[in-house]
């Protein structure tokens, strides 16, 4: 069992900066793919949740097209820390932030990793929202 707990979200005007990150406890498997979801408003099953930046167990990191070169997703202590650090926040950032850890037998890559399979094989975290405006 994996509890994930997020932090970090907030209100910030396009062309700011947020942190957010992810507390993790409990006992994570070796080959769990780490990464952050995002369900923007008005989207509300946990199918249409987006995968905005994963990584590895070997440590390869995976962006969104939509995130790339302003995202960067990171690891420490063991794993027990996830981060989301994000850049240049535009008006289409705004969502509900999740965390989220398991096994996918089709790798990590965003696109691959779907909430389907976090549902069925994996853990989230409750969500933290960030609010992008002009």
């Known amino acids: 069992q994996v509890h994930l707990v997020e932090s970090g979200g907030g209100s910030v005007q396009v062309g700011g900066s947020l942190r957010l990150s992810c507390a993790v406890s409990g006992d994570p498997y070796a080959s769990y793919c780490w990464g952050w979801f995002r369900q923007a408003p008005g989207k509300e099953r946990e199918e249409e949740r987006e995968?905005?930046?994963?990584?590895?167990?070997?440590?390869?990191?995976y962006y969104a097209d939509s995130v790339k070169g302003r995202f960067t997703i990171s690891q420490e202590g063991d794993k027990r820390m996830l981060y989301l650090e994000m850049r240049t926040l535009k008006a289409e950032d705004t969502a509900l932030y999740y965390c989220?850890?398991?096994?996918?037998?089709?790798?990590?890559?965003?696109?691959?990793?779907?909430?389907?399979?976090?549902?069925?094989?994996?853990?989230w975290g409750q969500g933290t929202q960030v609010t992008v405006s002009s």
């Open positions: 995968g905005v930046a994963s990584i590895g167990n070997d440590g390869t990191e």
């Open positions: 989220a850890a398991g096994y996918s037998p089709l790798g990590c890559a965003v696109g691959s990793w779907t909430p389907q399979r976090i549902t069925k094989l994996g853990f």
